[in-house]
């Protein structure tokens, strides 16, 4: 069965701190590995990995994808408040053209 | 360029009725999923639309149903609804093809009493 698994469920820290969230997967025929941000509705896309670029980076934000161990991390430095929310790692297999998220990590950056 | 937008916001309804939501894709996506994330939960995969046929569908019964418009708006259709229904819908768009990012909508919060 494919799954995504993700790592913490939930995360405290304050301003300031380095997080790294982490996701596991088990995917058939794997495409790619995208993160998202979702804070009130809609999930906004952060990052695409695939075998090709296993390592993105836009300002305080990078993503690295293991294929061997199926895996990525997501980090975040110098943490800010508007970083709060909940991260969702997805998976797409060819089977059946569908994406495959993970429960989330929800963080919460306290001043 | 517009964006993926989604109606109804919200909506009510109750045991064994059937429902409608409504999704309009961002510019230039053909490809449109739907998604359905309940409390605490990432979102699961429901189906997907791409030319006007269903292209893949996750583990939900046929109760659930969609269409995909030549301009590539799209509907999910839900009939004889359930108490575990309710969740909040997602519809994402994409270009077509391997490693298309997909863009998501606000969804609709569905709530059945």
């Known amino acids: 069965e494919d799954k995504v698994v993700q790592s913490p469920l939930s995360l405290v820290v304050h301003e300031g701190d380095t997080v790294t969230l982490n996701c596991s997967y088990e995917v058939t025929n794997f495409r790619s590995l995208l993160w998202y941000k979702q804070e009130k509705k809609a999930p906004t896309f952060l990052f695409m990995l695939t075998s090709s670029g296993i390592e993105k980076k836009s300002g305080r934000l990078s993503s690295i994808l293991d294929k061997k161990e199926l895996s990525s991390i997501l980090n975040i430095t110098a943490t800010q408040t508007g970083d709060s929310a909940i991260y969702l790692c997805?998976?797409?297999?060819?089977?059946?053209?569908?994406?495959?998220f993970g429960t989330g990590t929800s963080l919460t950056v306290i001043p | 360029e517009t964006g993926v937008t989604q109606s109804p916001t919200h909506l009510i309804k109750t045991r064994g009725q059937q429902v409608t939501l409504r999704c309009s894709s961002q510019s230039g996506h053909n490809t449109v999923s739907w998604y359905q994330q309940a409390l605490g939960q990432g979102p699961q995969f429901i189906f997907q639309y791409y030319r006007e046929e269903e292209n893949g569908r996750g583990n939900f019964p046929p109760r659930f149903s969609g269409l995909q418009f030549p301009n590539y708006s799209s509907e999910l259709n839900v009939n004889a609804l359930e108490l575990d229904d309710s969740a909040l819908y997602l519809c994402?768009?994409?270009?077509?093809?391997?490693?298309?990012?997909?863009?998501f909508g606000d969804g609709t919060r569905l709530s059945i009493l």
């Open positions: 994402a768009s994409s270009k077509p093809g391997p490693n298309q990012p997909q863009h």
């Open positions: 997805a998976v797409e297999g060819n089977t059946g053209n569908q994406f495959y």
